[in-house]
Nanobody, 116 residues
Framework: QVQLLESGGGSVQAGGSLRLSCQFS????????MGWFRQAQGKKRERVAE???????NYPDSVKGRFTISRDNANKATYLQMNSLKPEDTAVYYC??????????WGQGTQVTVSS
Protein backbone atom coordinates (compact mmCIF):
# COMPACT_ATOMS: atom_id res chain seq x y z
CA GLN A 1 0.00 0.00 0.00
CA VAL A 2 1.38 3.40 -1.01
CA GLN A 3 1.09 6.37 1.32
CA LEU A 4 2.29 9.90 0.64
CA LEU A 5 2.94 12.60 3.22
CA GLU A 6 3.63 16.21 2.24
CA SER A 7 5.41 18.79 4.35
CA GLY A 8 6.96 22.21 3.93
CA GLY A 9 3.98 24.42 3.20
CA GLY A 10 3.52 27.78 4.83
CA SER A 11 3.12 31.50 4.28
CA VAL A 12 5.57 33.66 2.36
CA GLN A 13 5.63 37.06 0.73
CA ALA A 14 5.60 37.43 -3.03
CA GLY A 15 9.03 36.79 -4.47
CA GLY A 16 9.90 34.34 -1.74
CA SER A 17 10.65 30.63 -1.88
CA LEU A 18 9.38 27.43 -0.34
CA ARG A 19 10.44 23.81 -0.64
CA LEU A 20 7.81 21.11 -0.38
CA SER A 21 8.68 17.54 0.49
CA CYS A 22 6.77 14.33 -0.12
CA GLN A 23 7.67 11.15 1.75
CA PHE A 24 6.65 7.92 -0.01
CA SER A 25 5.79 4.82 2.02
CA UNK A 26 5.60 1.57 0.11
CA UNK A 27 7.62 -0.56 -2.23
CA UNK A 28 9.37 0.10 -5.54
CA UNK A 29 9.40 3.89 -5.31
CA UNK A 30 11.80 4.21 -8.28
CA UNK A 31 9.18 2.68 -10.56
CA UNK A 32 6.64 5.44 -9.86
CA UNK A 33 6.25 8.71 -11.66
CA MET A 34 5.69 11.46 -9.11
CA GLY A 35 3.73 14.67 -9.48
CA TRP A 36 2.80 17.82 -7.65
CA PHE A 37 -0.65 19.28 -8.09
CA ARG A 38 -2.38 22.28 -6.59
CA GLN A 39 -5.92 23.41 -6.03
CA ALA A 40 -6.81 26.98 -5.25
CA GLN A 41 -10.09 27.80 -3.56
CA GLY A 42 -12.92 27.66 -6.09
CA LYS A 43 -10.67 26.40 -8.89
CA LYS A 44 -9.92 23.08 -10.54
CA ARG A 45 -6.93 21.04 -9.50
CA GLU A 46 -3.95 21.54 -11.80
CA ARG A 47 -0.68 19.71 -12.26
CA VAL A 48 2.36 21.89 -11.58
CA ALA A 49 5.22 19.42 -11.95
CA GLU A 50 5.94 15.82 -12.82
CA UNK A 51 9.04 13.65 -12.77
CA UNK A 52 9.09 10.19 -14.29
CA UNK A 53 11.00 7.13 -13.17
CA UNK A 54 13.89 8.10 -15.43
CA UNK A 55 14.14 11.60 -13.99
CA UNK A 56 12.59 13.53 -16.88
CA UNK A 57 10.52 16.50 -15.76
CA ASN A 58 7.57 18.39 -17.10
CA TYR A 59 5.97 21.71 -16.07
CA PRO A 60 3.12 23.89 -17.28
CA ASP A 61 4.01 27.36 -18.54
CA SER A 62 2.56 28.94 -15.40
CA VAL A 63 5.42 27.65 -13.24
CA LYS A 64 8.17 26.86 -15.73
CA GLY A 65 11.43 28.49 -14.70
CA ARG A 66 10.19 29.05 -11.14
CA PHE A 67 9.39 25.55 -9.85
CA THR A 68 11.72 22.55 -9.84
CA ILE A 69 10.73 18.98 -9.05
CA SER A 70 13.31 16.44 -7.96
CA ARG A 71 13.40 12.98 -6.45
CA ASP A 72 15.65 11.04 -4.12
CA ASN A 73 15.12 7.34 -4.82
CA ALA A 74 17.34 6.22 -1.95
CA ASN A 75 15.16 8.08 0.56
CA LYS A 76 11.85 7.61 -1.29
CA ALA A 77 11.24 11.34 -1.38
CA THR A 78 10.10 13.91 -3.90
CA TYR A 79 10.63 17.65 -3.63
CA LEU A 80 9.19 20.79 -5.15
CA GLN A 81 11.39 23.86 -4.98
CA MET A 82 9.27 26.95 -5.57
CA ASN A 83 10.98 30.26 -6.25
CA SER A 84 9.72 33.72 -7.19
CA LEU A 85 6.36 32.88 -5.67
CA LYS A 86 3.33 34.91 -6.68
CA PRO A 87 0.00 35.44 -4.91
CA GLU A 88 -1.65 33.32 -7.62
CA ASP A 89 0.46 30.36 -6.45
CA THR A 90 -1.63 30.27 -3.28
CA ALA A 91 -3.28 26.84 -3.07
CA VAL A 92 -3.27 23.49 -1.37
CA TYR A 93 -0.43 21.48 -2.88
CA TYR A 94 -0.71 17.72 -3.27
CA CYS A 95 1.87 15.05 -3.98
CA UNK A 96 0.77 12.16 -6.18
CA UNK A 97 2.19 8.91 -7.55
CA UNK A 98 1.43 6.74 -10.55
CA UNK A 99 2.79 3.68 -12.29
CA UNK A 100 0.18 3.52 -14.99
CA UNK A 101 -1.62 6.27 -16.82
CA UNK A 102 -3.44 7.79 -13.85
CA UNK A 103 -2.22 9.28 -10.62
CA UNK A 104 -3.97 7.01 -8.15
CA UNK A 105 -2.10 7.72 -4.92
CA TRP A 106 -2.44 11.10 -3.24
CA GLY A 107 -1.19 12.84 -0.14
CA GLN A 108 -3.35 14.88 2.19
CA GLY A 109 -2.09 18.23 0.92
CA THR A 110 -0.17 21.15 2.35
CA GLN A 111 -1.24 24.79 2.26
CA VAL A 112 0.90 27.39 0.51
CA THR A 113 -0.09 31.03 0.96
CA VAL A 114 1.69 33.84 -0.88
CA SER A 115 0.91 37.39 0.19
CA SER A 116 1.47 40.50 -1.91
Amino acid sequence: QVQLLESGGGSVQAGGSLRLSCQFSGRTFPSYAMGWFRQAQGKKRERVAEINSGGSTNYPDSVKGRFTISRDNANKATYLQMNSLKPEDTAVYYCAARRGYDFNYWGQGTQVTVSS
